[in-house]
């Protein structure tokens, strides 16, 4: 599935929405990518009902944000051109994922307790190197939500366990400081209208409204 995809970034932690199927079963409705903007156009087309197109992927409507939750598939991708071919950086990452995921689940319950969400991420174990995140329906509500935790959850694998460094968003890999300097005043933003009792800002996804464009960092607040 995932080689139809023209993806903009093309390894590390990947993320796809599935389907919640029983209490312990879940199915994929979508590739699996390190590029996020595809839980863009997801979140998009259940909201409006609009069939898109983007990249190589095809999103219509499927119903699956259900009982005030969402479900994504998680996995450490090599470049999908190098499986089974050695990447000492991936499996590094691999292996940080795999024994980081207390940490990453305190991480993102921190920020979610900032910006005062109903309910709480959690992370369960699927198969060897595959993990489902179970998500509060907060972060489905725009895109730009849900590029927001993706960003931040990638990223909670170097973060050394300070609440300070969380919220001052310091604790993110070199290679997403341009994204951590574009989101982290949007962040304090949400954080700071949530704590004054308002909500976060509406963005209307109706056409021509482009979703797979308009993450955290695209998005004007």
């Known amino acids: 599935m995932r080689k139809t995809l023209s993806e903009g970034r093309i390894k590390g932690i990947g993320f796809g929405f599935a389907r919640k199927i029983s209490p312990s079963e879940f199915q994929l409705t979508m590739p699996i990518s390190a590029c996020k903007d595809y839980l863009n156009d997801v979140v998009c087309s259940e909201h409006t009902g609009r069939e898109l197109v983007n990249y190589g992927l095809n999103t219509v409507k499927l119903g699956i944000f259900t009982g005030g939750r969402a479900y994504l598939g998680m996995q450490c991708l090599r470049h999908r ?3 089974g071919k050695a990447d000492p950086l991936i499996d590094d990452l691999a292996v940080r994922l795999a024994s980081g995921l207390t940490k990453i689940e305190v991480g993102i319950r921190l920020l979610e307790e900032a910006l005062k969400i109903d309910g709480r991420t959690s992370f369960l174990t699927s198969t060897e190197g595959r993990y489902v995140a179970d998500i509060p329906d907060f ?3 725009y895109p730009y939500l849900i590029s927001l935790w993706g960003l931040v959850v990638r990223n909670l694998v170097f973060w050394n366990g300070d609440p300070k460094s969380l ?8 290679e997403d400081t341009y994204y951590t300097k574009a989101a982290k005043d949007k962040v304090a933003l949400l954080v700071k209208l949530r704590n004054e009792g308002k909500d976060v800002p509406h963005v209307a996804m109706e056409a021509p409204f482009a979703p797979h464009w308009q993450g955290i960092i695209s998005q004007p607040l």
């Open 81 to 83: 051109d190098a499986e």
């Open 139 to 141: 972060w489905v509500r």
């Open 167 to 174: 919220m001052g968003f310091t604790f993110f890999a070199s």
